[in-house]
């Protein structure tokens, strides 16, 4: 029996290996996250290049804030006909104020990280740091719904029936801002499990470096903003 | 040693917390209740009025069903766990694993990496099957020149669901059930890197099923496979949970490509260098990671589809701005790549069977590898080729022949490489062999006619043709479903004890392959008189050759009903075959038969390639 438990013993790896094979499989699903992201891009800078018919900022429909689709009834029954809307850019402004509060909450995670892994009193900074900064994603998630709802929408008639659309600008930032969110929410859960695992001890001193897999993730996520807001906030216009 | 383990540890008594009670029928309910509420929220807070009210009642209900089933089997009770700090105990883990538990774990959230590439096995066939019921309707559909077997609207769901399954269906085939149950044993591994990601990537895909059963249920889908806008943006609410199910699969694909990876670069026993990999090894990693490359991309191109039906953004909407050709490049910057997905993983397999069968080491192991690259790298460069007839960047016309063209080189090694192999061995004809000549002959016709195709001249004229439709079935199932069936051959004794009946499998070879030619070189000549494809009825002109694919078709699906009887039969009480009837020397034939729970006792140490055949 004595033999037994060596066996046994040797089924669990050194935290090392285990940890070095969890590295590869973030960074994997890094990857394939840097596709999913590169195919969002290209399908903006697509729909940008193509402008149909100088479709990219521009929609031929009733500008829907608040309006029904009987109004535009109304208006076509009338004899009226449907305005083409010029848009403008969503506010650069506000976009990079969102890149900020991510930034921001990607660093205080960062940051806990680094404490954590300094010395076993940092475990307390670690949970307050994460809290934080799953704070600011909540905070991140709340502001990009504000973003999103400033896209505008139009009513359009179309085939008999009234549709409800967006532009083709507007249509890849309401995806982009979307992807964001599921992002956002993502990191929140692992910031805020991170300060639960920390506070009832199973993410220690000695462990650091599971939050470590979690920063790389949110750390590609920060630069994802940056690249996508400096993308969007450049190259708009027709 | 494993059999006192189990004795000793007392991982039956209480380990697996709430996970005890989910298996797969608290998923099926979960799922079911989950979809219903989902259903019942979304009629109740949407504005019925709304555009796209429909299709936003469909999507919500199937991300009901799909977290309810998941729910349901216990995929999120981990991530609940770890986000509390409750992590799994060693008795947990014991009991994931399936320890101790007979056949129920088949039906759990099983960790084990032998349980789910069995499981995978079985959702391979039903993939498989429901897609091959669906080709028999197509092909009686087109039996006669006016023959109504199914209204338009239904055939036209048909094909495009038919294409799904079969595409889903052999990603899977080989990957899913080897590469789970084979692969952690030949590199010498305990398990898979990522045990329950490995049970995750097997339900999601389960969860996914039932979506693309539905679409057809709720119907009226004329997108194809290819989900062609603006016709998806025009279909029934079916497309919805079309594109659901394949936005749940990319989720599976992606998890089990992670795993797949990490476990062939990670978890290598001592001595287990990168050259001693068995090229099955190699083959999984290479398709694993161009996965990760294409899927995301269905991904999108899925999503984005959906959100144009349900939000009205008009990414493929062109009279809102869009355009169907970013939709056309979205799918095929996947659709090209996934064939690749799917080839790779069966040519590994047979080219192990062929070392094996021809008693030689694997001609030229390094030319193979550096042939599996060049695929991967140059698969991600000829998506246009599918696009050619567009008018999409007519001045791209030129490269794409040419990456198209080139492609052909790699594929021609590997193909060369497998010849080699053969060569002059000493040839043991057993079945999985059998299955292995099926594949050289067949896919040569396939490779030859895609050269065709890649030129444009030519594809000017047969694309959208019934020629297209015979080059990628010599493809899909002369090549991949040949390779697929050789690997069940080959692993089949090693998962049952048992060998899978030899009489049987040779009648259902025979059938298949005849059937094969039968179906689709009528299918080349119907195309080359310039039938166009998916349609569901034709001119008189392509009376003959139509009647003879169906006849051929025919033949196929009594060639594979022959081998699901081999199949059920042998699995039951087939001739016992001991731990290495093939006597092969990749580590999976090393093992006992039942493989224990932990594969190995001691962990082995390598110290030479699996090829030595011939040598000592
Ligand atoms: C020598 C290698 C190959 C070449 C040069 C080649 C070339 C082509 C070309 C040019 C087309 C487009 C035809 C058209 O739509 O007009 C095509 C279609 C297709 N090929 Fe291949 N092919 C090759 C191998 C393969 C392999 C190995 C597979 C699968 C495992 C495959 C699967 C397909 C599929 C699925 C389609 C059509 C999809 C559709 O339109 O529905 N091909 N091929
Ligand atoms: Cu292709």
């Known amino acids: ?121 940092g475990r307390s900074a670690f949970i307050a740091l994460s809290v934080l900064a799953g704070i600011g994603l909540i905070a991140y998630i709340v502001l990009s719904i504000v973003q999103l709802r400033q896209v505008p929408q139009y009513w359009r008639a179309e085939n008999d029936s009234m549709l409800f659309i967006y532009s083709t600008y507007g249509s890849c930032m309401l995806a982009l801002g979307v992807s964001a969110i599921i992002h956002a929410i993502i990191l929140a859960f692992l910031s805020f499990g991170s300060a639960t ?29 940056v690249v996508l807001t400096l993308v969007v906030t450049t190259l708009n216009v027709n | 040693m494993t059999s006192t383990l189990t004795s000793h540890a007392p991982a039956h008594t209480s380990g697996g917390g709430a996970l005890r009670r989910l298996n797969f029928v608290t998923a099926l309910i979960g799922g079911v209740l989950f979809g219903v509420l989902a259903w019942w929220l979304a009629h109740t807070f949407l504005d ?27 995929a999120l009770t981990g991530p609940g766990k770890w986000f509390t700090g409750r992590d799994q105990t060693h008795a947990d883990e014991m009991y994931l694993a399936g320890k101790d538990l007979g056949r129920k774990r088949y039906f759990q959230y099983t960790t084990d990496h032998k349980v789910v590439g069995v499981q995978y096995i079985f959702a391979t066939m039903a993939l ?20 109504h077997f199914v209204n338009q609207q239904v055939y036209n769901g048909f094909l495009g669901v038919h294409g799904m399954l079969m595409i889903l269906g052999l990603i899977v085939a080989v990957a899913g059930p080897w590469a789970n149950f084979v692969l952690p044993i030949q590199v010498g591994a305990r398990d898979m890197a990522f045990p329950r990601l490995n049970a995750l990537s097997l339900w999601t895909l389960v969860a996914a099923i039932p979506l693309l059963l539905g679409s057809l249920a709720i119907g009226a889908m004329d997108m194809g496979w290819v989900t062609q806008a603006p016709i998806a943006n025009q279909a029934g609410i079916g497309f919805d949970l079309f594109a659901m199910s394949i936005i749940t699969f990319t989720i599976s694909t992606t998890v089990a490509g992670v795993n797949t990876i990490c476990t062939v670069l990670t978890m290598r026993t001592k001595g287990m260098t990168m050259e001693r990999l068995p090229i099955f090894a190699w083959a999984s990693i290479f398709a694993a990671g161009l996965g990760l490359y294409a899927f995301p991309f269905f991904l999108v191109v899925m999503s984005l589809n959906l959100a144009d039906r349900m939000v009205g953004t008009s990414f493929f909407v062109a009279s809102g701005g869009g355009t169907g050709w970013l939709q056309e490049n979205l799918f095929w910057l996947m659709g090209h790549p ?39 790298g140059l698969s991600a460069l000829v998506w246009a080729h599918h696009m050619f007839t567009t008018g999409w960047a007519p001045t791209l016309g030129g490269p794409f022949m040419l990456t198209t063209e080139l492609i052909s080189i790699p594929t021609g090694v590997i193909f060369l490489v497998m010849l080699g192999t053969i060569w002059r061995g000493n040839i043991w004809m057993r079945l999985p062999m059998v299955w292995v000549f099926g594949f050289i002959a067949n896919f040569i ?12 001249p030519v594809d000017n004229q047969m694309h959208g043709t019934m020629f297209v439709v015979a080059h990628f079935h010599y493809v899909f199932v002369g090549s991949v479903l040949f390779g697929a069936i050789a690997a069940l051959c080959y692993w089949f004794p090693k998962v049952t004890g048992r060998y899978l009946d030899e009489k049987m499998g040779r009648i259902s070879f025979w059938l298949v392959f005849i059937g094969t030619h039968v179906t689709f070189l009528a299918m080349f000549v119907s195309g080359m008189r310039g039938m166009p494809r998916r349609y569901s009825s034709y001119s008189m002109l392509f009376e003959h050759t139509n009647f003879v694919s169906t006849i051929g078709a025919y033949m196929i699906m009594a060639g594979m009903l022959v081998l699901l009887g081999a199949f059920i039969v042998s699995w039951r009480s087939g001739e016992p075959s001991g731990p290495n009837p093939w006597n092969a020397k990749s580590l999976e034939w090393m093992v006992p038969t039942p493989v224990p729970l932990e594969n190995f006792e001691v962990l082995p140490v390598i110290t030479s390639d699996p090829y030595t055949y011939g040598e000592a």
């Open chain 1, 1 to 121: 029996m004595s033999d037994l438990h060596v066996e046994v013993a040797a089924h669990h790896e050194a935290p090392e290996i285990v940890d070095h094979r969890q590295r590869l499989g973030i960074w994997l699903f890094i990857g394939g996250d840097v596709v999913t992201t590169g195919a969002l891009i290209f399908t903006y800078l697509y729909l940008r290049a193509v402008n149909t018919n100088g479709s990219w900022m521009s929609v031929v429909g009733l500008p829907a804030n608040g309006r029904s689709a009987s109004t535009l009834q109304g208006i076509l029954d009338d004899g009226g006909s449907m305005i083409k809307n010029i848009e403008t850019p969503l506010s650069a402004g506000f976009a990079w104020l969102l890149v900020a509060v991510l930034v921001a909450s990607v660093g205080l995670y960062w940051l806990g990280e680094v404490r954590l892994r300094s010395s076993a009193s």
């Open chain 1, 197 to 225: 695992r920390a506070a009832v001890g199973v993410l220690s001193h000695e462990k650091w470096y599971q939050a470590r897999l979690i920063r790389y993730f949110s750390v590609w996520v920060a630069l994802a903003s």
């Open chain 2, 48 to 74: 019925a009025g709304g555009a796209g009210y429909s299709d936003q009642v469909t999507v919500l209900t199937g991300c009901g069903w799909v977290v309810g089933f998941l729910l349901g089997i216990g």
């Open chain 2, 128 to 147: 498989l099957g429901t897609g091959g019921i669906l080709a028999m309707g197509i092909r009686t559909n087109l039996l006669t020149p006016g023959n």
């Open chain 2, 338 to 376: 996934e064939v690749y997905v799917i080839l790779l993983p069966a040519v590994g397999a047979m080219l192990e069977i062929a070392s094996v069968f021809s008693r030689k080491p694997l001609f030229s192991y390094r030319t193979v590898i550096g042939g599996m690259a060049g695929l991967c």
């Open chain 2, 445 to 456: 016709v396939g490779g030859i006619t895609g050269i065709y195709l890649s030129d444009i």
